[in-house]
């Protein structure tokens, strides 16, 4: 796990991030444990509060849940919430887009051409 | 700048969700708690009304020199018994320290804590009459570790000729080679040079992570920029009263940094908890609940460090003393 | 037992132990042979006025200093609720030490006179077991009132005064001893004193560290 401490989004919110996409794609398995926050905290040399809320955040969201006095487990990963998941992803990132285009200057029309030629390499590479 | 609204310390604790599942319900477990603490000084006052240390985090109690983190922790520690108020220990029903509880407690000070013609070895011996939880392996091995005597550590040196840093370092050797519920350190980083101030922090994670949750950390500091990154809970001090407190996550987001143009400065300052003005703009610290009357303005947000919101609220409390 | 003179121990470094079971019983003994030939029955007594002043320059290792106003805040002792009774206990068991050594050190010395010259050694004037005991309790009273003066600064030059001071008083008991008529009932005079002294002197280390947990 990777954190960067001044990119202006909280460690927890970063901590966050990171495991929810172990837990979307799979690398974290249903029921499997999360580390203690304590331990957590030891090996990232950060505050508990920190893995806390980060842990918090994720059980608030439906992805773990906490089990008295043994910690927080995955919880079962329906695709329907997957997909609801993936989609806000989605959307969060296009609307961070957006708002770089704004500040760019780029039109709308010019983002979109931007979007198209990045699917096209895409579609390239996988083919 | 509008007064500063002046939370009891439950009113600040308890205004969250209490009704939390699983592993977080352990936030709300108290290692120590102290109702109207007082003591008075030569033209000074600790005034304590409540205080509560959230068991299995750390603690920081951040104060300036004088503001009277010693008197407290010293208070708390049973060191200083000429006080009033009451304190609970563990959740106990029965109020005050004894010999139970001290042999739960863990202490490190600036002042005179050894003979100074003690070695490090008499130091072990004396650790084993006075402490039934004393384990010598483990402060053979922590004195080693932490290069106390100089390498292969020379038992035979005696206090007197060891480094500050080093007699802090024996201190936590000491202590540490216990088996404690709650650690109370006034003043540990001071001592240190920045690595060793760095494995201090490694070693409060340690030890918190050992008693997955059962142990506790309180340290007092005047500089928190040091043990920022291992504080949960901070307990701001300032001329004996407790100003602000709270979890530090929550702090940050109570507190916004707030950076903006020199133009907007007069006006923003109306709104702002504490600012800093120069002839190319402006910066401080912001109450959340007040960033709406910076609506309109050109402004960059930015989560503040611990330190910045303490320097901000101290600030703000001495501007206060000074005007009343 | 064990751990009362563990606590004692426990503040004596190596070189401390050295001193005073070994280093300074050798010493006193040569200075005692050596008086002893040219003054018969004049080594007891310079052991009995030098001893103290051994003990009171040698304290200064040990517990030198613990009655100042600064060092009885030792903190750590006072983290620990056996703290306050560790203390007590060491300085009675050094009182108790103090007095085993004038006992041993005296007493050895009076052996080896009566086994060399087969008579008891004259002690200026009177002789017997009487003035025997007299001279260790003196010595002992001595050192006794000599270490907890010079327990109350830190610097070892305190203690070399004080135990100056020391053998001049211990030298004026001597003088008592010619005067003495009824020696066992004096004997009696100081082992008394000599408690009350010890009381006095481990109380008042004590409450020292009673009065730092109120002190500012």
Known sequence: ?127 | MSKKDVKTTKEIQFNDKTDRPGQTAQMWQKALQAWNLKKNFKGFQLSVPGLELPKGFATALIGENGAGKTTLLNILTGIRLDYKGEISYFGRQEKGIDASVQERIGYTGPGSYFLPQWTIRQVEEISGLLFDNFHKDRYRALCEELGIGGSGTDVSKQVKSLSDGNRMKLMLAAVLARDTSLLILDEPASPLDPLMRDRLCDMIRNYLDQGGGEKTVFFSTHNIADMESVTDYAIILEHGNIVEEGFVEELKEKYICVKGEAADAERAGEAMFSMHRSAYGFEGICLARNLERLAGMDITLETPTLSQIAVAVMKANTNLGKKA | MRKKIKSYLVFTSLWYRFGVYLAIPAVLAAIGLLIERGLPGGGLIVISVLLPVAEIISDSWLFGGIQTKDSMKLEYLKTSGQGKELIRTALWTDLFRKLLSAIVIMALFSLAMVMGKGEAPEAAGTGGFGSLLYLVLLSWLVSVLGTFVSRYASLVWINLIVSYGAMVLAMLGIFLLRLAEHILLIDLLFAIFGILMSTVAVKAAVERVERSYHDE
């Open chain 1, 1 to 127: 796990m990777k954190l960067l401490q001044n990119s202006g989004v909280p460690i927890y919110q970063q901590i966050a991030e990171q495991l929810r996409a172990d837990i979307l794609a799979g690398k974290l398995k249903e029921g499997e444990y999360l580390p203690s926050i304590r331990g957590l905290a030891k090996d990232l040399r950060i505050s508990v509060i920190t893995t806390m809320k980060a842990y918090e955040q994720l059980e608030a969201e439906g992805l773990v849940t906490a089990a008295q006095g043994k910690g927080f487990y995955v919880n079962a990963q329906d695709s329907e919430m997957l997909k609801e998941q993936h989609l806000r992803r989605v959307e969060e990132a296009l609307a961070e887009a957006i708002r770089a285009a704004r500040i760019a200057g780029m039109t709308g029309k010019e983002l979109q051409e931007i979007l198209r030629t990045l699917l096209d390499m895409q579609d390239e590479k996988e083919s």
